[in-house]
C-alpha cells in the first residue's frame, strides 16, 4: 500500500526511508502519518526515519492493549521531525508470550524513560535497553497496570509495603538487639 495523500502532508521522505520495509500504511482521524510494520524491522525502520527523514525527536513510546486479541499488543513509536514539523507515528504488533522489540535508546536516549514506562505498565520487553525495570511500580509487583486483564477486584495494593514494613522492623529489632550487648 502506498502512503495516503493528504493536501497537506508530504509524506515522500518518510516513504522513501522506509522503502523495502513494507509498511502497511494506517490513515488516522489527526492525520499524523502513521505505518504499521513487523516488529522485526521496527528498529531498522526508526533508524532510517531519524537518518533518512530528519526525525531527531522519539515523543513518546507507549503501548495498546488488544486483549484478547492476538497478536494481543500494539507498540507505538512517536516520531518529530523539527527541520520539517512533521511528525510520524510507528506501530508494531507483539504477542502475549513473545512480547519484545527492539529498544530505541540508541538512536535517542531519552526514549529511556518511555521505554521504562511501557515496560512497568504492559510488560512489553525492550530488548538492547540498558535499565530496563519497573518504573512507576514497586520492584517485585506481580503486575501491569495498563494490561486489559489486570485484577482490578483482589489485589492488595499494600501488600509489598507491608512485607518491605516487616523487613525493615525485622532487620531494625536484630540491630537493637546487638547493640544491646
Known amino acids: 500500500m502506498s502512503a495516503p495523500s493528504s493536501p497537506c502532508i508530504d509524506t515522500t521522505a518518510i516513504a522513501s526511508a522506509l522503502e523495502g520495509l513494507e509498511p502497511h500504511w494506517i490513515v488516522t482521524p489527526d492525520d499524523i502519518p502513521t505505518v504499521e510494520l513487523d516488529a522485526k524491522h521496527v528498529h531498522d525502520a526508526l533508524t532510517r526515519l531519524k537518518q533518512d527523514a530528519q526525525f531527531e525527536l522519539c515523543t513518546l513510546v507507549t503501548a495498546i492493549d488488544h486483549f484478547p486479541d492476538e497478536p494481543r499488543f500494539q507498540v507505538v513509536w512517536q516520531l518529530l ?5 512533521q511528525r510520524v507515528r510507528v506501530y508494531a504488533r507483539v504477542s502475549s ?25 504492559f510488560g512489553i520487553q ?7 525495570r519497573r518504573l512507576m511500580m514497586p520492584d517485585g509487583y506481580d503486575h501491569h497496570p495498563l494490561r486489559k486483564d489486570f485484577p482490578h477486584q483482589g489485589i492488595q495494593p499494600d501488600r509489598l509495603y507491608r512485607e518491605w514494613d516487616n523487613d525493615r522492623r525485622g532487620e531494625w529489632e536484630a540491630n537493637k538487639k546487638g547493640g544491646a550487648q
Do not use: I, K, Q
Open 97 to 121: 508470550d513473545n512480547a519484545v522489540v527492539a529498544t530505541c535508546t540508541d538512536l535517542w536516549p531519552g526514549a529511556a524513560f518511555s521505554e521504562r514506562e511501557c515496560y512497568d505498565m
Open 81 to 85: 521531525s523539527l527541520a520539517r514539523n
Open 126 to 132: 525492550f530488548e538492547g535497553h540498558e535499565n530496563l
